[in-house]
């Protein structure tokens, strides 16, 4: 229960300067204390690599020093967000997704160099690992977003079309994945007929639970954690996504309600993925506050 004369926005504040890390403290003040964008970019620079790649557990369940797919996915779209996704430190980005790609040009979720390391149990390393569109997806569209040029992009993008379009099943993360690629694609018509199918898919495979208080009613994809439901707003962030035509005008009001009503009396949103080991889901609901918040914002709640 909240307490008297607290908002969401206060309440979430303490939270952050009571649990999080150094790089979602630089977030969060840059996002609703008027934050500089320079103090955001010298934490995140503690996770980068001389590979040019993010290690260093910049997603909490991949743990250990090495650069990853994942982890570099997960700086761009802070650089993306802070307006700082171009210059030198994204041409050494791209060096380095040159360097782990695959034999067709896109990114393994997992880079075998992970082996040796601790990380979550559903995370496998193997020597070849495939392509894989949720490591790729958002890479490609934060830097499509910002307009960056570079040889690496021309084959990752056909990837990510001839992914999307050839979906027959699929299961949250990656539609996720697929949103930030077509969210910034530059054929826009070609990517509203994609997402108006992955909605499709959505839809009925019963991913997203468009009635809270019915969410046992919903898919839990297989090999997630009981009780890992995602709601319209893990889909549709912001109105102008592509996703937010997915959804009826009355399906996202009971969303954003529930989004707001799982904000714990501690001020964070919790995590709903499996927890494997001890400290990944105190690092991790930081960030998932801060993007929780967001959200609200984006459709006009009052924080």
């Known amino acids: 229960m909240a307490l ?22 630089r977030r969060f003040e840059f996002h609703f204390l008027d934050g500089s964008p320079d103090a955001v970019e010298m934490a995140l620079t503690a996770y980068r690599n001389p590979d040019g790649g993010y290690g260093h557990a910049l997603e909490p369940d991949l743990r250990g020093p090495v650069s990853q797919p ?14 700082r996704c171009g210059g030198r430190r994204v041409e050494q980005i791209c060096r380095y997704l040159t360097d782990v790609s695959t034999a067709d040009g896109a990114l393994p979720a997992v880079h075998p160099s992970l082996r040796g390391y601790p990380a979550a149990p559903w995370i496998p390393v193997v ?9 790729t997806g958002p890479v490609v569209g934060a830097l499509q977003r910002n307009d960056v040029w570079h040889a690496w992009l021309f084959r990752a993008t056909d990837f990510c079309w001839s992914a999307i379009e050839s979906l027959e099943r699929t299961h949250p993360y990656e539609v996720h994945a697929a949103l930030a690629f077509l ?121």
């Open 70 to 83: 994942l982890h570099t996915a997960a700086a761009l779209r802070v650089l993306d967000v802070i307006g």
């Open 183 to 303: 969210d910034s694609a530059a054929d826009r018509g070609r990517a509203e007929a994609a997402a108006d199918r992955l909605g499709s898919l959505v839809r009925a495979q019963g991913l997203a639970v468009t009635d809270p208080e019915r969410e046992a009613e919903f898919a839990v994809a297989e090999g997630y954690a009981p009780g890992e439901f995602h709601y319209v707003t893990d889909f549709a962030r912001t109105p102008g996504s592509l996703a937010r035509r997915w959804f009826t005008e009355d399906e996202m009001e009971r969303g954003l309600d529930a989004l707001e009503a799982r904000q714990r009396e501690d001020g964070g949103w919790p995590v709903n993925w499996r927890e494997w080991a001890p400290g990944t889901a105190l690092e991790s609901r930081p960030g998932v506050t801060v993007e929780a918040l967001l959200t609200l914002r984006a459709f006009g709640r009052r924080l």
């Open 4 to 25: 008297p004369g607290t908002t969401v926005l206060s309440r979430a504040e303490r939270f952050v300067w009571l649990t999080a890390r150094v790089l979602e403290q």
């Open 127 to 135: 020597d070849d690992p495939p392509s894989d569109l949720l490591a």
